[in-house]
């Protein structure tokens, strides 16, 4: 676990000397404190650990001891993370490979961890991208087939899926309910 510094007021016999050895130490409680507060709410990625001690103007030096010990104690870990992502992404999402890819990225992280996640996806995009269209197909009963097919395929897009297969998906889906 990092160690977090305490806050105290320093009331002890020390001397200005001792003064300026606690500011770092400070100012690296303040850090661990600040990223443990956002931790408690969502996993982050080593970028955005990096920003978070940025924007709260940690110096560079400090920022680095912290997320070198928080990466050591497993608080942050982009592989842990972007398997998360991948779980939510194919679970409750039903997201293709396009758009997993884009979330990973937009949360920062790395080329080759992404990858990584992406091959260890199941082979089983055309099936998720045909059972989201079996369920949107169902509300699209009363609308013009042309009308739903481009509203349908413009769904199964949207959420990442390629344009061959999100219409394959769309056009199979549209004909189980009309048939």
């Given at each position: 676990?990092?160690t ?11 001397g200005?000397?001792?003064g ?76 293709g ?5 884009r979330?990973?990225s937009q ?36 609308l013009?087939h042309?009308?739903?097919l ?6 199964l ?6 344009g ?10 549209l ?5």
């Amino acid at each position: 676990m990092p160690t977090v510094a305490s806050s105290g007021s320093g009331s002890g016999s020390g001397g200005s000397a001792e003064g300026s050895a606690s500011e770092p130490d400070d100012v690296r409680a303040r850090g661990e404190r600040m990223l443990l507060r956002k931790l408690r709410t969502r996993s982050l990625s080593l970028r955005e650990a990096r920003r978070a001690l940025t924007d709260a103007e940690i110096d560079d030096a400090v920022a680095e001891e912290i997320l070198a010990d928080f990466e050591g104690n497993g608080y942050v870990d982009d592989a842990r993370l972007a398997e998360q992502l991948l779980d939510s992404a194919l679970g409750r999402k039903a997201q293709g490979a396009t758009a997993i890819a884009r979330t990973l990225s937009q949360r920062g992280l790395d080329r080759e961890v992404i990858d990584i996640a992406l091959a260890s996806m199941p082979d089983d995009e055309a099936d998720r991208a045909l059972d989201f269209a079996r369920q949107r197909a169902r509300g699209m009963s009363g609308l013009d087939h042309d009308v739903a097919l481009r509203r349908l395929h413009g769904q199964l897009a949207r959420r990442g899926f390629s344009g061959s297969l999100a219409m394959n998906a769309a056009r199979q889906a549209l004909a189980e309910t009309d048939g």
